[in-house]
C-alpha cells in the first residue's frame, strides 16, 4: 500500500466533509450560484471523497443535466457509464493525466454513472460541477436489478456500484441540497 501524507481520515476533517446521502462518499458543498428565474441555482460543485476502507462508492444514478467530473488526488476512480440512447457501456479511469488517465469528465444528461476508487491508496478525491445546479429531485439512484436486465454485459460492474435495498430518490421533503 502507497504511504500517504495525508490520508482519508485528514481530508475529511480538513475540508469539513459529511456523508453523501444516497450516492455514498464524503462531500462538501462549495459553491452554488444565484438562483435563476425559476428558483434553481444556476450552478453548483461538490467536492467528493471515496474510500474503500470506509465501504464507500458513488453508487449508479443519473442526473437531468450535464456533470463535470474534476480529479484532485488519491487514486483514479474508475467511472462506469451507461447511456440508454444506444445501450452502450463503458469505463474510464478518472485520475491523473501524467498516469494517462483522464483529469476531468463531462458525463451527459441521463447517463447512468457511478464509481470506486482504483488503487493501493484505496481513496480518491475529485469534484462535481453542474450548470443548471444540482436540486435533490434531480437525483434518481439506480436499481441493480433494472440496470443489469437493460445492461447485462455490465451486471458484475453494476452490481459493484448498486446498493440493494437502498432508496433511490431523496424524501419529497427536502428542499435544500445535501
Not at 495525508?6 to 456523508?19: A, D, M, N, S, Y
Not at 464509481?115 to 439506480?142: A, Q
Request: one cysteine or more.
Amino acid at each position: 500500500m502507497v504511504s500517504d501524507p495525508v490520508g482519508p481520515e485528514e481530508l475529511r476533517e480538513r475540508f469539513g466533509l459529511e456523508p453523501l446521502p444516497l450516492e455514498g462518499g464524503w462531500f462538501r458543498q462549495t459553491w452554488s450560484a444565484a438562483a435563476g428565474a425559476d428558483g434553481r441555482p444556476l450552478g453548483t460543485a461538490i467536492i467528493v471523497l471515496l474510500s474503500t476502507a470506509d465501504g464507500q462508492f458513488s453508487a449508479m444514478h443519473r442526473l437531468p443535466t450535464d456533470e463535470i467530473w474534476h480529479f484532485h488526488s488519491g487514486d483514479p476512480v474508475e467511472l462506469l457509464l451507461l447511456t440508454e440512447d444506444d445501450n452502450s457501456h463503458r469505463k474510464v479511469l478518472l485520475g491523473d493525466p501524467a498516469d494517462g488517465d483522464t483529469p476531468q469528465l463531462v458525463v451527459p444528461a441521463g447517463a447512468w454513472m457511478g464509481g470506486i476508487p482504483t488503487g493501493p491508496r484505496g481513496w480518491s478525491m475529485f469534484s462535481c460541477t453542474m450548470t443548471p445546479g444540482f436540486l435533490p429531485e434531480d437525483y434518481e439512484g439506480g436499481s441493480r436489478e433494472e440496470l443489469t436486465e437493460r445492461f447485462p454485459e455490465a451486471a458484475d460492474d453494476i452490481a459493484r456500484l448498486t446498493r440493494p435495498g437502498e432508496a433511490l430518490r431523496f424524501p419529497d421533503s427536502a428542499t435544500e441540497p445535501p
